[in-house]
């Protein structure tokens, strides 16, 4: 009887270690920043092609310079 | 291309603010949360230096390390996002962050703390590009239109760059080497004070 009792009990205080863990494991999907928003002119930027990378490269660095270097701007 | 970066040339940055309304506009960040603001070191003192401070997009971010529940992820571009619906606000991206850059809405009742805020270097967040939901959560995704950083492009004397690290590295060098110095520049010198050209002697 005491032994059943001890058994149960020590089942009992081991429920919890049978718990599945509890982890965030939320798999990010985010599109590539070159495949675009879809939108229509007025709303990007022209000159570069949504979903091909290297123009959409190509513009960021074009845009940079134009806009930010103006050593280049000027001379 | 190389990883997405920020830099403030100090020897341009006039403490104009344009830059945080840029970002405060372009996104619609509500009150109570600035994902820039302008820093002034030595205000008042001849010599003084403002830089604009936002989220650094660091290389091995500490707010990614320290997040109990992986909310942050990095784009291939290394522009360093999170995911607001996985987002718990407990704030510890705040406390390891050395450039103050999460931010927290206390617009509920009683100044709850809601999910945290910051920069996204313009790029939005996991949502769809470019849709309703993307904006209300993280604001507008300039990065995916073919832009940069508003912040940067509203920038009017042209102190803060953003862009390919690459870029916006020459660009400062060009600078640098035109005006013959470039101590003075956001860095070590600036901030802890050094005697090389710009700085007052003593500082």
Redesign the interface.
Known sequence: MRATLVITAALFGLVACGESPQT?N?V????????????PAP??????KAGDRSS??Q???T???Q?????AKVN | MARMKFICDSERCIECNGCVTACKNEHEVPWGVNRRRVVTLNDGVPGERSISVACMHCSDAPCMAVCPVNCFYRTEEGVVLHDKDTCIGCGYCSYACPFGAPQFPAAGTFGVRGKMDKCTFCAGGPEAHGSQAEFEKYGRNRLAEGKLPACAEMCSTKALLAGDGDVVADILRNRVLKRGKGAEVWGWGTAYGSRQGGQPQGQ
């Open positions: 965030a939320r990010k999907q985010d599109a590539a920043l070159f495949q675009g928003t879809g939108k709303f990007v930027a022209s000159g570069w959409w490269e513009q960021l660095k845009r940079a310079q806009g930010q270097n103006d050593y």
